[in-house]
């Protein structure tokens, strides 16, 4: 083993200043069989957690940000006539919720409503049920959010205001898929210039309301579909000029209702749905910079998403493009999936995980149950595991105070490409970058990496120059200018790796001649994209055998063939490849299962190390999939790569057995290290039925210059652990990891 002096480097010279690695750690910790033996940690070097950032910066926050926990009970129609205002009340306070989301609506109104076409619930009967809530919310010193419903209406409304409509594209009325009475409003009519700023006002004169949320707009994953007269006459949906009109509007709006709620208190505040993590609507760099509290609606797994770790991509989306800011995400307490069960507890094991994915990720944990007569009367299970997992984060908040994420490697999230790109013209699929995505995240953890998500709007080398690596999933949109952001980060000593049609087409989705990367990183493009019938292609290896293969062929032994992908992009020849394409064929029958060309000059893959910087750049699709067929030659040559663009260094590790996420945060106190434990058997489909323990994950990292640490505290276990520090370099370990871990890191 080396010396770690050996391996004294520098980091990436930016705006702010290079920061020193660290060298290479002495003794092994014990092998992580998620790496599935295809290197040792030992060949692994962490680097410096950066200088702590200074006290000042902490202080004079608005009033959110002192929000730990939310509380919701969606109200229905009926609650009014059988809610115990003080049960509800009690509940949330003694769960330590410091806000809670009280129905204002707009469908139904929840106070004697003045205003035209604001329908009162038929269990109404005049009383001011809104009311009575905030008061005994304000009574047990919470925030209160009057939560509005702007996305549906009624048909007296229809009748009378005919444009307030969604339109299908023959002129008819687009209405709810479940309750035919109720119409789909348009974003882009006076429904929302008139009718919901005359709620909002009402809301203002009559109560002692904190912010204003806007619920069910705007669209979350997809963009609208409508066919009115002002829609008409707007670019095509799905489009990117629509894209930005639709994205206009949304601001515009928020805008326009965050001057309504600061009328009566200067520091309220509009905020809206802004989930649908990295399909989310509006762009979401420009909503960022405006909003002052990001609703992630992620409620929970269902069969079309069933990854488990959704929500945490979430924070990762949030952590992305909000500087700090605050993020919340919604926990249903109640079934999702479909079919869902709206009023029915779910499993204990999965509320806490999403819970648990929600403060690990860096957002403020929201539980919500629908309605009080079967939250409070006919299915109860909810409360207990939702109090209790509340008032445990209560007993640790400043631990979960975070300031910065810790991590060198950053995984670039095109939201465009995710919106707006149908797919290579070899298989269009609105599903295809959601599996791109999904492959990519499941090898990150699978290699136990800590790595953020980097918005294409935020490449500026200032924001970015704080990662070793970036990884393109396939981003088939980028600008010429985020192209050139991205060779600046090369040239000051990044490195990257993407894939595919990374950069093949411009912001406009127009289609590039050649990759708008193509100089970056050493690649020219042969021909249109070739998908799969039979056999996908291959990826020879080229490489003489040796004792010391390059670092993308560690572990391959016995084989000169490795998977390919299922879509490729050819690329013209370059000078000694390391693997090459074997074109796909024939899979059936197996008589016709060989090669009519068993050796091209094809590249699979292109290498390119200059200074610093090494640009690795696959010619198939192999994050997406990689997600189809979990094929472990494309999980061990996905870590090889990131491993080699990384240099092999990362700021925090992790090593065990088991598949887990990890987060690593500055917090007041110090650091936390976060494990979330996805090994059981229902990590990709279905809720969790059991949940299998992990045993010890060891910890390294290397603090700043001075740091000294008092203690390190298991905040599930609630338990200390002795550690160990070597040249600022800290070790512990974690014994065992149940679901979730936090291991607080307080420095003297």
């Not at 070097?45 to 940000?65: G, H, I, N």
């Not at 049960?87 to 306070?93: C, M």
């Not at 200067?266 to 993590?277: I, M, T």
Request: charged share 20%.
């Amino acid at each position: 083993m080396l010396n770690r002096r050996d391996f004294l480097k520098t980091g990436l010279t930016t705006g702010v200043g290079a920061l020193p690695l660290l060298h290479e750690r002495e003794g092994a910790a014990e092998a992580n069989a998620a790496k599935n033996a295809a290197r040792s940690t030992e060949d692994t070097m962490t680097v410096p957690l950066p200088a702590r950032m200074p006290v000042e910066a902490r202080s004079s926050l608005p009033w959110q940000y002192s929000v730990r926990r939310v509380g919701q009970t969606n109200m229905t129609e009926h609650d009014p006539a059988v809610m115990n205002v003080e049960e509800w009340a009690n509940y949330w306070s003694e769960a330590k919720a410091d806000i809670v989301f009280i129905s204002v609506t707009g469908i139904l109104a929840y106070y004697p409503s003045k205003v035209p076409f604001h329908k009162h619930g038929k269990f109404l009967h005049g009383r001011d049920f809104f009311g009575e809530c905030v008061a005994a919310a304000k009574k047990r010193g919470m925030h209160v959010v009057a939560r509005m419903s702007p996305d549906l209406n009624w048909g007296d409304a229809l009748e009378a205001h005919p444009e307030w409509a969604m339109r299908h594209a023959d002129g008819t009325v687009q209405h709810s898929g479940e309750e035919p009475q109720l119409f789909k409003t348009c974003m882009f009519s006076s429904y929302m210039d008139d009718y919901i700023p005359a709620i909002m006002r009402e809301i203002n004169s009559l109560y002692d309301v904190d912010c204003f949320y806007a619920n069910g707009w705007p669209p979350l994953g997809s963009l609208p579909n409508c066919h009115c007269a002002i829609c008409s006459k707007l670019p095509d949906s799905g489009t990117p000029a629509y894209w930005r009109v639709f994205t206009d509007r949304v601001l515009d709006l928020w805008q326009r209702y965050d001057v309504i709620a600061k009328e009566k208190k200067a520091d309220s505040f509009f905020f809206a749905n802004s989930g649908g993590n990295v399909r989310g609507g509006p762009n979401l760099d420009r909503l960022g910079k405006t909003l002052a509290w990001f609703q992630a609606d992620n409620q929970g797994r269902t069969y079309e998403e069933p990854a488990v770790w959704g929500c945490s991509l979430q924070g990762r989306v949030c952590n992305a493009v909000l500087d700090g800011k605050v993020a919340a995400n919604v926990t249903a307490a109640y079934s999702t999936g479909n079919p869902g069960w709206r009023n029915l507890s779910k499993n204990a094991d999965e509320i806490r995980m999403w819970l648990s994915q929600t403060v690990a990720s860096g957002m403020k944990p929201y539980l919500h149950f629908v309605g009080a007569e079967t939250g409070f009367g006919e299915d109860r299970r909810w409360q207990k595991t939702g109090a209790e997992y509340f008032q445990w984060t209560a007993r640790h908040d400043a631990h979960f105070r975070t300031w910065r994420s810790i991590a060198n490697l950053g995984v670039l999230f095109g939201q465009a490409t995710q919106l707006l790109y149908p797919g290579p013209t070899t298989e269009r699929s609105r599903g295809y970058m959601y599996e791109t995505t999904q492959g990519l995240y499941d090898i990150l953890l699978r290699g136990r990496f800590a790595f953020d998500f980097v918005h294409e709007d935020r490449l500026e080398l200032e924001r970015i120059g704080k990662y070793r690596a970036l990884l393109l999933p396939n981003v088939a949109m980028l600008s010429d200018r985020q192209c050139e952001q991205l060779s600046a980060y090369a040239k000051a000593g990044g490195s990257l790796m993407a894939s595919f049609e990374t950069s093949l087409y411009d912001e406009n989705l127009k289609p590039r001649a050649e990759f708008g990367l193509a100089e970056l990183m050493g690649i020219s493009k042969a021909a249109d994209a070739v998908g799969t019938n039979g056999n996908p292609y291959y990826a020879r290896i080229e490489a003489p055998a040796a004792a010391n293969p390059h670092a993308l062929l560690r572990g391959f032994h016995d084989t000169n063939w490795l998977p390919g992908a299922k879509n490729r992009m050819p690329l013209k020849a370059i000078d000694n490849p390391l693997l090459t394409v074997v074109p796909g064929f024939v899979r059936y029958p197996p008589e016709l299962a060989y090669p009519p060309v068993s050796h091209t000059t094809e590249p699979a893959v292109v290498l390119r190390e200059s200074g610093k910087s090494r640009t690795a750049w696959f010619a198939g699709d192999i994050e997406r999939t990689y997600w189809a067929t979990g094929h472990g030659d494309l999980l061990r040559l996905a870590h090889n790569a990131i491993h080699w663009v990384l240099h092999d260094e990362s700021e925090v590790q992790v090593d065990g057995d088991g598949l887990a996420e990890m987060f690593c945060w500055e917090t007041e106190p110090g650091y936390a290290v976060h494990l979330l434990n996805y090994n059981n058997p229902n990590s990709y489909h279905g809720w969790m039925q059991s949940v299998t323990p992990l045993g010890a994950q060891h910890v390294t990292m290397q603090l700043p210059a001075g740091a000294r640490v008092k203690s390190i505290d298991l905040l599930m276990a609630e338990q200390t652990v002795p550690f160990h520090i070597d040249e600022q370099i800290l070790r512990f370990t974690i014994p065992v990891v149940r679901d979730y871990e936090v291991a607080a890191v307080t420095l003297a």
